[in-house]
């Protein structure tokens, strides 16, 4: 006998109880030594239409009592209650209220006044669903009552999208054990912690049907929109990186408190761990997320780095195995507002698992393929904005990434493509718009220099090419963009730091007075720009989110200075990691100092004179300094 086509109601009932399960324990509220119940809560769960029971699984032993209830909360906050209608060793059963709709639901058990919060779970209540040919991966997105059509769903591969009843059906290989949805605009996921559930597990072989539900809830305002940007985070526990951190997420949640009321969202930039560290200091994507759930009310769509595949594993495809299963898939694209959001994965891992941590920066075909697919479902007057890692294009302009040539074709049917990568612990922008519809905004890390700048100077965390540590303000009005980048602990007005070279005198024997002569041959080698310091009145402003379309100018009693872009390297840096990393073990440092291509320099007429310094972005924002000289150099003087 072949699969019955119309699945019946007990099968969509055993599905959603194989389906990935979040066991959650009794533990918060008020305790009580006799009211220990455990129990599993299935992520997402379809009934039949005219279903009377919901059934759970019982853990431990410790069942709830006949004369308990459960209650569910919806969205809106209100409360309704279930007898409980059945109870075995291994399950019970509890009612299906009456006007109980498909929703999201906190779960709670209620014994007398006390209850107690169990658990998240979302709730379908579906029609049979008819599946055609040898389609084998089905389902129905809904948002409370209403059935959505035209939601577009993938495995990774293939794309289909949903009817007029919700339904989305396709076969597939299940070859990347996922099904996910584009999230449509106008609408939002739920959220585990901070990361939005719009994909789901797929268990069973590709011989086996295998449905995955979704349900949605409005989010009617999104046209205007802010997408807080997240480079390199590289939690490992080590270098007190998870304190530093604490600071950060403190950071943005005073930023979400202080922006109440508009449509915010976040993205990372990859490399939120350390794939060296998993084992070693047992800090993986659990603790990772443990940690960043710190952060409140903020859905945060995550981007796949080098460190976060798996390299004791081999190859491209088992190095992501466990990405894909804690965190989500290594790309997907969503739709907030009138913005199409792409998230891919450009690095292509040629290890062997023998310690080698080899890899290409290249977005493979596979995803290519994927990426024809779901754009072909997308407007052309949309603008678009890629997620990834690795840069598209160096800080020098040349492009980085393999498959670069086919990745622009598929994008350049759009108005106006934004790339949003990270991966050089540096900031620059490459601005392309005029002749190729393309910018990129390559973003500092929120680690900085790893953390390690923050550690040696107590929270002064800045990357080599002295841009503070920080993140993106990525504004949305409609189609149009604006942006901001915000230094941790600092305000977004802060857009440079200027230096007065007449205080600055990079000599080893000041900065590195416990190298040996090999350390001190180091330090100069990276100190060069500033080793005779000088005394010829100059002075460097260093605009950490400079693109051509900035402008610097610096007034002297009244009059303009001559100002020019140069290449330096940012002395700040040099004291507050270079210099101390040499000072310690006389070798090369592991993330030296760089040259900054975003400083700029003017030469004043006396050391003693006031300079106005003002900084003018894109989009006619003005930031400001009148730097009083002479100035002096040290760490304390730069601290917030």
């Not at 019982?58 to 809106?76: H, N, R, V």
Request: net charge negative; glycine share 6%; with cysteine.
């Amino acid at each position: 006998m072949g699969f019955c086509k119309n699945i019946s109601r007990c099968l969509f009932f055993a599905a959603a109880l194989v389906a990935a399960l979040s066991i959650i324990s009794c533990s918060g509220g008020e305790k009580s030594d006799n009211f220990d119940i455990q129990f599993e809560i299935p992520e997402s769960l379809t009934l039949p239409s005219d279903a009377s029971e919901i059934q759970f699984r019982i853990q431990f032993g410790k069942s709830p009592e006949s004369s308990d209830l459960i209650a569910f909360e919806d969205e809106g906050g209100v409360f309704n209650t279930s007898a409980i209608t059945r109870i075995s060793a291994r399950y019970f059963s509890c009612e299906v209220y009456d006007g109980m709709t498909s929703g999201i639901y906190n779960v709670y058990v209620q014994r007398g006044a006390v209850r107690k919060k169990m658990g998240r779970m979302s709730v379908v209540f579906a029609d049979d669903v008819e599946l055609d040919g040898d389609n084998n991966v089905y389902g129905v997105v809904t948002c409370g009552d209403k059935k959505l059509k035209g939601v577009v769903v993938s495995d990774g591969v293939e794309t289909a999208v949903t009817d007029e009843n919700g339904i989305y059906q396709f076969k597939s290989e299940k070859r990347l054990g996922y099904v996910f949805i584009s999230v449509p605009s106008g609408y939002e996921v739920s959220s585990d912690g901070v990361l939005p559930k719009f994909h789901a597990q797929l268990t069973l072989s590709s011989s086996m049907p295998e449905r995955a539900d979704f349900v949605l809830k409005e989010a009617p305002d999104q046209t205007d929109h802010t997408m807080l940007v997240f480079g390199d985070i590289h939690l490992a526990a080590r270098n007190n990186d998870r304190n530093q951190f604490r600071e950060f997420t403190d950071d943005v949640n005073d930023w979400l408190s202080a922006n109440k009321g508009k449509s915010i969202y976040g993205m990372t930039l990859g490399d939120m761990t350390w794939d060296l560290y998993w084992v070693t200091n047992k800090y993986a994507f659990e603790e990772y997320l443990a940690d960043a759930n710190a952060i409140q009310g903020l859905q945060i769509f995550h981007t796949i780095g080098n460190h976060d595949h798996e390299m004791s594993m081999a190859g491209d495809f088992d190095t992501v195995t466990k990405y894909r299963k804690e965190i989500a898939p290594t790309y997907y694209s969503f739709n907030i507002g009138e913005i199409h959001y792409v998230v891919l994965d450009d690095i292509e891992c040629t290890n062997s698992g023998a310690g080698d941590r080899t890899y290409n920066n290249k977005v493979v075909n596979e995803q290519l393929d994927w990426l024809e697919k779901d754009l072909s479902y997308v407007s052309k007057d949309t603008p678009v904005v890629v997620a990834m890692h690795a840069p598209l294009y160096s800080d020098l302009g040349f492009l980085s990434v393999g498959n670069s040539s086919r990745l622009k074709e598929l994008l350049e049917p759009f108005p106006e493509v934004h790339f949003m990568t990270g991966h050089t612990h540096k900031m620059y922008n490459t601005d392309k718009l005029s002749e190729e519809k393309i910018y990129e905004h390559n973003s500092a890390a929120v680690c900085a220099t790893w953390w390690w700048t923050g550690k040696y100077n107590n929270g002064m965390n800045i990357c080599q090419d002295g841009t503070p540590g920080g993140y993106r303000i990525f504004d949305v009005d409609g189609k149009s963009f604006s942006w901001v980048y915000k230094p941790t602990g600092a305000s977004e007005k802060i857009q440079f730091r200027t230096y007065d070279a007449n205080s600055i005198t990079m000599s080893a024997n000041a900065w590195v007075p416990d190298a040996n002569d090999e350390g001190k041959k180091i330090f100069e080698k990276y100190a060069k720009d500033w080793k005779n310091g000088s005394n010829e009145n100059y002075v460097y402003i260093n605009v950490w989110d400079y693109d051509p379309s900035w402008t610097v100018t610096v007034t002297e009693n009244g009059s303009n200075l001559e100002v020019e872009k140069v290449s330096v390297a940012d002395p700040l840096h040099l004291i507050a990691y270079t210099s101390i990393s040499i000072n310690g073990n006389s070798k090369e440092p592991t993330f030296p100092t760089s040259q900054t291509r975003h400083m700029f320099r003017c030469q004043a007429s006396s050391p003693n004179s006031t300079l106005s310094v003002k900084v003018t972005d894109r989009f006619g924002n003005v930031y400001e300094e009148v730097m009083a000289r002479p100035k002096d150099f040290d760490l304390e003087t730069y601290r917030y």
